[in-house]
């Protein structure tokens, strides 16, 4: 199992941006397809976006809650997977995980079988 640890939360205006990181260590990273969700207040978890193995292609969650404002990338070099998000909204205040999946275009929880333990984002109004 690859052991994963998210940073780059924090508390930021709206309008605003953050990057996440999600470091990787452990199994060989590049055997991983990456995805990030995230739980809201009083909200189940939800996927947010996913990139494959060699980062070059991504998945993003169907509704246009994140599309165009998000963009998930990966090095493997670093053993990192990072998630830009930009235009921050209110609604975006979460706690953002990053898991893994041996399989690229899964987007439910119980397809990722390591998780980090999660950084909270927060975007005051």
Aim: glycine share 12%.
């Amino acid at each position: 199992q690859v052991q994963l640890v998210e940073s780059g939360g924090g508390l930021v205006q709206a309008g605003g941006s953050l990057r996440l990181s999600c470091a990787a260590s452990g199994r060989t990273f590049s055997d991983y397809a990456i995805g990030w969700f995230r739980q809201g207040p009083g909200k189940e978890r939800e996927f947010v976006a996913s990139i494959n193995r060699g980062g070059t292609s991504a998945v993003y969650a169907d509704s246009d809650s994140v599309k165009g404002r998000f963009t998930i990338s990966r090095e493997n070099a670093e053993n990192t997977v990072y998630l830009q998000m930009n235009s921050l909204k209110p609604e975006d205040t979460a706690v953002y995980y990053c898991a893994a999946s041996r399989r690229f275009g899964d987007t439910r929880e119980f397809e990722f079988g390591s998780w980090g333990q999660g950084t909270q984002v927060t975007v005051s109004s």
